[in-house]
């Protein structure tokens, strides 16, 4: 009997490439009489460019061509709303003017022969400024008109609550940093452009370059088999995919551009910094009466990106009265992105730490204060939950975690220098679905090829498409190839947001049922076949044999099918176009954490951690593992080491770089854990799943910073926590 | 492929005298004392290979995966460049290119190294192995390690991954996989952002058990 | 990265005569490259030295050690004589970058290596130590990764290394080779604060090369350590760190030496520390009165005022380590 390939644990499919050194990253791909390009960002934050002088650059041998407004021709640049740029605002232009909108702006790019030359001659590029003051300062800057949400009379509530609480928590500016520069190659044969591109979405790069080059969509094609991490930073087709585009044009040959580390702190985006304000009321038993939320968050000055961070403060817990003021802030930087959980984690650590600080206000442990404000339905809009087994992971984990040990006072545990503390929160993220397709062909060998134009960033796309699609076409995982990475290949939305396999799964669900049954229709209908005459319903694949339900033996493989039907091949479009739901659906994780904090020194170790997820349905248990775990060690950086800083006399970022940006390292990293609740959810998409990628991480900075608090009975607003907060 | 550098030799174009300024080099002498020696405080200013008519790009011979390679490079060229942009060996990453990370981590006369921070022209007569040379047949048959990878699932993204198991290789041989937690120190000039860190610990492991 | 030329010199006389012509020694490359990558560095001849006679950990008479200066970090660290006599050598070295970086870095050449202040590696800010009378970007900017002690007006950039807050405490010589001949430099005097001149950071003659250093003999047993504090918990600078090293003799200390790392425009050596240890008997309340003196003299700016409270509990904890291995706190 073959087992199911869904809820395997299998390896990756894509493993043996990884291992190898054979996986293409962008800039890896090869293309004859490739040229090198090296961006010249500018120097100043505001401000207009009054000189570029290039000479010094052009005479540099193997320097093909510098660019800068100077001699760039006048690009198209149409408006391109169905993409992931912000719907207010104006993109930057690249090389369209002479105005300077943010340090590291790109303001020339020199193209060379070798990647030395390019280099060295971008760093002869005299630029000159007139430059005016800017600010950078999210701190005391004026805002533009908020987003606001109410319900109740929140203010009115606190001020009346028997508990009140007000706080101000600050997070720091957080970047991607993935392990892969952002890199595009770009080619032009005549008027078509090829483009291999790091991107999360080659379809929306796709968009972008067409709008930006003013040619038809058919026109570009890019390409993206592999994605060294993103994290949300290849979300939007940023300025240096149009710069390489631009560059090829101009000098007629291939171009290559790799971001150097410094410059991918300006020339992509990040999560924004935020100052967030919190006062909630309660009863004395911890019921939540109100709370007022009034948040302001960094953006560019040419473009007002915003973020979902004001689902939680609706969602997470019951409470009749709600008041939120959502405002960003325009400053001479560059528009931030969507970063892992963009808003959710925000919001969630400052409300799991709020709700951690009320339930030591009160005395009541924090899983039984969380309990208490359980919602029974989504209270932003009446849904009832699809599925909400949040009670649940609070239960497995306090269980697993040994939870029962903690004392319920904190600085209570003490280990030779270092003081202990245990501290969890919760996260939730809202399901996104939105229609995909996908391509199934099956050959008359018996296998399948399976293609969309998705990506895989890390969490596994490869493999857990392959699984959906090995079970519903019954045949064995590796007699499924599934391909992706091309904008030539059928639709699908980015790969972000936890939707990919929600959506482009149920696309290849729905294509390889189809395709399964217009096999079955084939045998069943056809004379010759052992399955003549069979109810359709009644005949199962398995294996690449399709044979009646109750009679394995009665059946017929679908090589034999196709080779007496002379078909080469049945192919099939896979469709998913999500309808209006009537559920409120989500995914939703406890985070657990037990730290330890050197008592003189300040310093935390995290010494082991236990996430538990209600995700739906788990297609691949080894990869969601991985995932989840990338999700804490992702935490652990926001909690403890990440921010980037920057020197608001001139808008310099300080630590543009990986040796002064710090992301956890092995060492940081102790024993983690992941458990996920069995089960799936019918209502959330045809496949059961929730998404997992973001809500495995949204918990996890508060759950940390609870646990200093724990640990070391102070409370810390600010992320991240830094060992001075703590002396 | 990637281009040739045009010629043996890189000439220098004029640099404008706004962009350097050559105060860095020229300081003005004073002198100052140090342990009873009177000691001039200038830089002997230094001739630019221009105007010496030194070469600044050069040949070189080295084994990459067992197989002898001769190149002429330009002086400035990184190991890491030469694999990737001249012998088309682009399992070798760039992370940071300022050996921050270790994604280009590999092995030179059988030491783990940062191949960005290596000038390539130092490396006369070096074997070089990088991940293309674990497992040079094609067939079936992976390192050790690489076959932990994927089977402690030790990636997700994949993008640090021939770094990290070059590192791994070079922590193997140096002995320094007692305990998990010498893995963690011994591995920690690997960053892995998609954070699989606890199965690269176990691959590591694993593999030092087999190997 | 600009045009260099590259020779290679198979021994010493060649070094020094190209090292006379201006050359730059080029050891482990780990900083060099680096910041000519950035053009901070922008020699127009380099010197591979590599291959000179340098590499060698020898014992010198009376219990001392001598390390070639193009011994390798790694190396270095793993030596015997180096981990059964100076712990607190191999333990900062190994507390220093990576596995990968220690590999290929030198002692000669980590102890010249140049600051990690981010004005300096950014040549578009004003660096005093880039371009004399530029200004310094860091006073008023952020500095938190700056010294307390030993700045000036005109820079307040540390000295990242490790080793050589070992090698100060140890009170090291460092050997050099010059055209005039050799001669041997305490540490203390080689490594310069900034004062009026920041870009002169070693009292390295023009051409002058390291050969080895040396640590001198100290009475036995020597029981030492370093404790580094860094935000991650590798493969990061110091916040701060403290290298110890005492000798006991019937529970009285005879000797102690004592740096700090991390926080000063060089190894900061603590002999205000080391005075009120000798002729003491270790005790909690001896390592607590001995550490409140680390942070003697110290100014801080904006960002890194936590740091004098955090040296003096570095300098506090890591005597009790030692104090505890040398024969315990009472
Ligand atoms: C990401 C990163 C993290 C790091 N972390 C740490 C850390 O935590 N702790 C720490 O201590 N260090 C750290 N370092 C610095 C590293 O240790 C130094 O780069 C290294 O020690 C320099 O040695 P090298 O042999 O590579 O020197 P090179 O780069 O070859 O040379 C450095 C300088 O010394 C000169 N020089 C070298 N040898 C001689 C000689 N024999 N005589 C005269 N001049 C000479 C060169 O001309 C040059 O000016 C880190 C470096 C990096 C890139
Ligand atoms: S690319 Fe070499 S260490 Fe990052
Ligand atoms: S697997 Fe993505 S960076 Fe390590």
Redesign the interface.
Same mark, same amino acid.
């Given at each position: 009997m073959s087992r199911r390939a869904v809820g395997a644990p299998l390896s990756r499919v894509d493993g043996r490439l990884k291992v190898t050194g054979q996986a293409k990253y962008a800039a890896d791909h090869p293309a004859d009489g490739v040229v090198h390009a090296v961006i010249v960002g500018s120097t100043v934050s505001r401000g207009r460019i009054t000189a570029v002088d290039t000479r010094a650059a052009s005479a540099l041998s193997g320097v093909l061509k510098v660019i800068s407004h100077r001699n760039a021709p006048r690009l198209a640049y149409h408006r391109n709303p169905s993409s992931n740029n912000p719907e207010t605002g104006e993109r930057l232009r690249v090389f369209q003017d002479d105005r300077v909108r943010f340090r590291g702006q790109p303001v020339a790019v020199v193209v060379a022969t070798t990647p030395e030359a390019a280099r060295h001659g971008a760093s002869l590029v005299v630029v000159r400024y007139d430059a005016e003051q800017p600010s950078t300062d999210l701190a005391g800057a004026p805002a533009s008109a908020p987003v606001t949400y109410a319900r109740g009379d929140a203010d009115l509530a606190v001020g009346s609550a028997a508990v009140r609480l007000e706080m101000t928590y600050r997070t720091a500016r957080n970047h991607h940093n993935a392990m892969e520069p952002h890199a595009t190659i770009a080619r032009w044969d005549g008027g078509r452009l090829t483009v291999w591109d790091k991107t999360q979405w080659v379809v929306g790069t796709q968009r972008e370059l067409a709008a930006v080059f003013g040619v038809e969509l058919s026109a570009v094609r890019v390409i993206s088999p592999f994605v060294g991490g993103a994290f949300g930073s290849g979300l939007r087709a940023w300025p240096h995919v149009t710069i390489a585009a631009l560059a090829a044009r101009m000098v007629g040959r291939p171009v290559k551009l790799v971001l150097t580390r410094g410059q991918l702190y300006s020339g992509t985006g990040y999560r924004p910094a935020y100052e967030y304000r919190l006062r909630l009321g309660s009863d004395r038993r911890g019921r939540l009466t109100a709370m007022v939320h009034d948040i302001r968050a960094e953006t560019s000055s040419y473009e007002d990106f915003r973020e979902n961070v004001l689902a939680a403060g609706q969602t997470l817990y019951s409470m009749p009265h709600v008041r939120q003021t959502y405002r960003t802030v325009p400053l001479d930087v560059n528009t931030p992105l969507y970063m892992r959980g963009p808003g959710h984690v925000t919001a969630a650590y400052v409300i799991e730490s709020a709700v951690d600080e009320l339930a030591h206000e009160l005395g009541i442990d924090p899983i039984e204060l969380r309990r208490r404000n359980e919602p029974a339905e989504d209270e932003s809009n009446g849904m009832p939950f699809s599925t909400r087994r949040l009670r649940e992971c609070y239960t497995v984990g306090a269980r697993e975690f040994g939870w029962e040990r903690r004392a319920p006072e904190p600085r209570s545990t003490r280990r030779g220098d270092w003081l202990i503390g245990m501290g969890m929160a919760a996260g939730a993220h809202g399901t996104v679905r939105n229609p995909a397709q996908a391509r199934v062909v099956l050959d008359a060998r018996g296998t399948a090829l399976v293609e969309a134009a998705t990506s895989d960033m890390g969490p596994g796309t490869y493999t857990s498409m392959t699984q959906i699609a090995a079970d519903a076409l019954g045949l064995a995982v590796r007699a499924v190839e599934f391909r992706l990475g091309d904008s030539g290949m059928p639709r699908t939305p980015a790969h972000g947001a936890s939707q990919t396999t929600a959506s482009v799964g149920s696309a290849v669900q729905d294509g390889c049922d189809k395709l399964r049954r217009q096999a079955i229709e084939l045998a069943v209908g056809d004379r010759r076949s052992p399955l003549h005459g069979v109810d359709a319903r009644h005949v199962t694949v398995s294996a690449g044999r399709l044979h009646v339900t109750a009679d394995p033996a009665r059946g017929e493989t679908y090589q034999r099918l196709l080779a007496r039907h002379g078909r080469a091949r049945l192919e099939t479009l896979g469709l998913f176009e999500p309808g209006e739901s009537r559920f409120s659906t989500a995914a939703y994780g406890a985070t657990f954490a037990e730290v330890a904090v050197d008592h003189r020194l300040g310093l935390v170790r995290v010494l082991r951690m236990l996430g538990v997820y209600d995700a739906g349905r788990i297609i691949s248990p080894k990869l969601a593992e991985s995932q989840a775990l990338g999700g804490m060690v992702g935490g652990i950086g926001a909690a403890l080491l990440e921010r980037t800083i920057t020197d608001h006399r001139d808008g310099m970022i300080v630590n543009a770089d990986l040796a002064s940006y710090l992301v956890p390292v092995n060492a940081d990293v102790p024993d983690l854990r992941a458990i996920f609740l069995e089960g799936a959810d019918p209502e959330a998409d045809p496949i059961g799943v929730k998404g997992l990628g973001e809500v495995v991480h949204i918990g996890v900075a508060p759950a940390i910073a609870n646990a200093v608090f724990h640990a070391t009975g102070r409370r810390v607003r600010e992320l991240p926590i830094t060992a001075e907060a703590l002396l | +492929?990637?281009?040739e550098?045009? !010629?043996s030799r890189?000439? =220098? %174009?004029? /640099?404008?005298a #706004?962009?350097?300024?050559r105060?860095?080099f020229i300081?003005t002498a004073?002198a @100052?004392t140090? %342990?009873g020696?009177a000691?001039?405080? $200038?830089? @002997?200013?230094?001739? #630019?290979?221009q105007a010496?008519g030194?070469?600044?790009s !050069?040949r070189v011979s080295l084994v990459v995966n067992g197989e002898g390679r001769t190149a002429t490079i330009?002086? &400035? *060229?990184?190991l890491l460049?030469l694999l990737?942009?001249r012998f088309?060996? *682009?399992?070798?990453?760039?992370?940071? $290119?300022?050996?921050?990370?270790?994604?280009c981590?590999v092995l030179v006369d059988g030491? &783990?190294?940062?191949a960005c =921070? *290596?000038?390539a022209?130092?490396l /006369?007569g070096a074997e070089v192995t990088?991940?293309?040379g674990?497992?040079p047949g094609g067939d079936d048959e992976?390192h050790p390690l690489?076959?932990a990878?994927?089977?402690q $699932?030790a990636?997700?993204? !994949?993008?640090? *991954?021939?770094g990290q198991?070059m590192?791994g290789i070079?922590?193997i041989q140096?002995g320094?996989t007692r305990s998990p937690g010498e893995?963690?120190?011994? +591995?920690?000039?690997?960053?892995? &952002?998609? !954070?699989?860190?606890?199965?690269?610990?176990k691959a590591v492991e694993q593999a030092a058990g087999t190997t | 990265m600009h045009p260099f030329s590259y020779t290679k010199v198979s021994d010493l006389a060649g070094a020094l005569a190209a090292g006379r012509r201006g050359g730059r020694y080029l050891a482990g490359g780990t900083m060099l490259v680096d910041l000519m990558r950035e053009s901070v560095e922008r020699p127009s001849v380099l010197v591979d030295i590599s291959a000179l006679p340098l590499g060698e950990i020898t014992a010198t008479a009376g219990g001392g050690l001598r390390i070639g200066a193009l011994v390798r970090m790694a190396e270095a660290a793993a030596h015997p004589s180096v981990r059964a006599a100076f712990p607190v050598i191999s333990q900062a070295l190994e507390s220093s970058a990576s596995a990968q970086l220690r590999n290929m870095a030198t002692i000669g050449g980590n102890i010249m290596q140049r600051t990690r202040c981010p004005y300096f590696r950014d040549v578009t800010a004003a660096c005093n130590k880039r371009e004399p009378g530029a200004g310094c970007a860091a006073l008023g900017g952020f500095n938190r990764a700056h010294a307390i002690l030993g700045a000036s007006e005109h820079c307040a950039a540390t000295h990242p290394s490790d080793v050589a807050v070992a090698f100060a405490a140890l009170e090291a010589n460092v050997h050099l080779l010059g055209p005039d001949g050799e001669r041997s430099v305490a540490l203390a005097d080689f490594l310069l604060p900034p004062g009026g001149t920041p870009q002169r950071e070693q009292a390295a003659r023009p051409g002058e090369l390291i050969t080895a250093v040396e640590i001198p003999a100290h009475p036995r047993p020597l029981r030492s350590g370093y404790l580094k504090v860094r935000d991650r918990q590798s493969y990061e600078f110091a916040l701060t760190s403290a290298a110890v090293a005492l000798h006991l003799r019937d529970g009285v200390i005879h000797q102690a030496k004592v740096a700090a790392g991390g926080v000063g425009t060089v190894p900061w050596k603590l002999p205000a520390v080391e005075r009120l240890l000798i002729g003491e008997r270790p005790s909690q309340a001896l390592w607590a009165e001995a550490a409140e003196r680390a942070a003697d003299g110290a100014r801080p700016l904006e960002h890194n005022r936590f740091k004098i409270e955090l040296l003096k509990r570095t300098v506090e904890r890591q005597l009790r380590v030692v104090g505890d291995l040398a024969g315990g706190t009472a």
């Open positions: - | +492929m990637a281009s550098p045009p !010629g890189v000439p =220098l %174009g004029a /640099e404008p #706004s962009l350097f300024s105060r860095t300081a004073t @100052v140090v %342990g020696v000691v001039a405080s $200038d830089v @002997v200013p230094e001739p #630019s290979p010496t030194a070469p600044v !050069g330009d002086n &400035r *060229t990184s460049d990737r942009e088309g060996l *682009t399992g070798t990453k760039k992370g940071c $290119d300022a050996g921050a990370c270790g994604a981590t030491r &783990r190294v940062n =921070l *290596t000038l022209v130092r /006369e990088t991940i293309e674990l497992a992976l690489q076959q990878f994927i089977e $699932d990636f997700q993204c !994949g993008y640090c *991954t021939p198991i590192s070079g922590c140096e320094h893995i963690r120190e011994w +591995m920690s000039g690997n960053i892995c &952002r998609c !954070g699989c860190y606890v199965n690269i610990v | -």
